[in-house]
């Protein structure tokens, strides 16, 4: 599956670890995650400035994003779908790789439920997701 995870996402993954932590893993090993530019300056400067992370850590970080993922300079128009600016970047990417999911926290873009295609669900949705598609108990 081609999948998109939003900055919030990517955060949570490596800040908070949990269910984000889980879904990061899972994609990085077994889907087709996809990455921006847009999407790595956003989250180095959120780990950056709101969570005080030291910049050999966020380096590591991106590295391991960009090792895991396939980079994509969107080609699609900038949509403006979303009352935050900044969701649409995330949803130019969704579409110009046509994803089929696109995991996020952010209530402004999962009230959406689908964009272009692809499925717009939480970190828990996509789990329970993946053990009813393919029956994984430690996903």
């Known amino acids: 599956m081609k999948i998109v995870l939003d900055t919030n996402i990517l955060i949570s993954a490596f800040v908070f670890r949990g269910k984000a932590s889980a879904v990061f893993d899972h994609c990085a090993?077994?889907?087709e995650l996809f990455v921006s530019q847009w999407i790595l300056d956003e989250l180095a400067q959120k780990l950056r400035f709101k969570f005080s992370i030291k910049e050999h850590d966020i380096l590591e970080m991106l590295s391991?994003?960009?090792e895991k993922s396939t980079f994509v300079q969107p080609h699609t128009?900038?949509?403006s779908v979303?009352?935050?600016s900044d969701d649409n970047y995330i949803?130019?990417?969704t579409e110009s790789v046509q994803a089929d999911f696109l995991i996020t926290g952010d209530k402004d873009l999962l009230v959406l439920d689908t964009y272009q295609g692809a499925r717009i669900v939480a970190p828990a949705q996509f789990l329970d997701i993946l053990e009813a598609k393919m029956g994984l108990?430690?996903?």
Do not use: G, K, W
């Open 77 to 79: 128009v900038l949509p």
């Open 64 to 66: 391991l994003i960009a």
């Open 82 to 84: 979303c009352r935050d």
């Open 137 to 139: 108990d430690d996903v």
């Open 29 to 31: 090993l077994r889907e």
């Open 91 to 93: 949803l130019q990417l």
